[in-house]
């Protein structure tokens, strides 16, 4: 029995050392375009693929997905600056092993903490190496300089808008000001609610042209997401769609995110890389203030 749990700590060890820990942010231009709703079916859809996921809220004032997932949130986020605790009694099991943290009035001036909280958030963070392939901020929506400064450590932002002309433009508002800080900052875009696919083709075409010329940025345009009901449904019932309806077009859209952002996991020899480099930017910017 003893030589069994050496081995499966063994084995524990060795996956994680050799786990590349890629850190994503899902923002949008304005509510309203589903974008909570994508981060936690698409995370969902990583688990199920056999991705170890964390989903972290940080919209500070319209967190929700507690109540997309139908769950209590276990600890409020300041609790890990004003009670001591560890990121890891913050993180909660969700759905089909997904794991997540609530939203809390303790990220909404993460980078203006005390320096002793913004060591203490930094030490934390550097603890999620190698324990899952997948963090995903879910950020708030709009224009926001503390959501700037966290958006630009992570390796890439996923852009979520639907094709109405409003939504597309705030979109690109929110791809440029990030620009504006970090000019090689990379995007993926969602286009969700799609009524037909030839007005979600022209919604992708719009802002990979305006990304080309004015931002000078390849876009990369995941699947789009069409309109469905059942993602509606599922909201009333406080279940994610992709568990409670997973034959449904907007699941299987979510799958086919999520399964492209998997195997790009899997074929990536990074060693380590993507996770430093979010870790070294957050030092950065949390510590930015202190040296100025």
Do not use: C
């Not at 499966?8 to 509510?31: A, D, E, I, P, Y």
């Amino acid at each position: 029995m003893k030589n069994d749990q050496a081995e499966s700590l063994r084995t524990q060890m060795q996956k994680r050392r050799h786990r590349q820990t890629r850190v994503l942010s899902v923002v949008s231009g304005k509510g309203g375009v589903g974008k909570s709703n994508v981060s936690l079916n698409v995370a969902i859809s990583l688990a199920e693929a056999g991705a170890e996921v964390l989903l972290i809220d940080m919209d500070t004032g319209m967190a929700n997905l507690d109540i997309l997932l139908g769950y209590t949130p276990l600890l409020p986020f300041q609790e890990m600056f004003t009670e001591n605790k560890s990121i890891f009694e913050l993180i909660q099991s969700g759905p089909s092993g997904v794991q997540w943290i609530a939203g809390g009035s303790g990220l909404s001036g993460i980078f203006h903490m005390e320096e002793e909280h913004k060591l203490r958030f930094y030490e934390q963070l550097q603890l999620l190496e190698g324990e899952f392939d997948f963090i995903i901020f879910d950020m708030g929506a709009g224009l926001n300089e503390n959501h700037m400064h966290l958006i630009t450590t992570t390796e890439r932002g996923i852009l979520v808008t639907t094709p109405e002309p409003t939504a597309l433009m705030d979109g690109y508002a929110m791809m440029k000001y990030i620009r504006s800080h970090k000019s090689d900052f990379p995007f993926a875009a969602v286009i969700n609610r799609v009524d037909q696919k030839k007005d979600g083709r022209a919604a992708a075409q719009k802002l990979i042209t305006v990304s080309e010329q004015f931002l000078g940025m390849q876009l990369t345009v995941l699947p789009m997401v069409p309109n469905d009901p059942k993602v509606s449904r599922a909201v009333m019932e406080q279940t994610p769609f992709v568990i409670a309806y997973p034959d449904s077009r907007a699941a299987q859209s979510m799958k086919q995110i999520a399964a492209g952002l998997w195997v790009k996991e899997q074929s990536a020899k990074t060693d380590g890389k993507p996770f430093r480099h979010f870790i070294t930017g957050m030092k950065q910017r949390l510590f930015a203030s202190a040296r100025t």
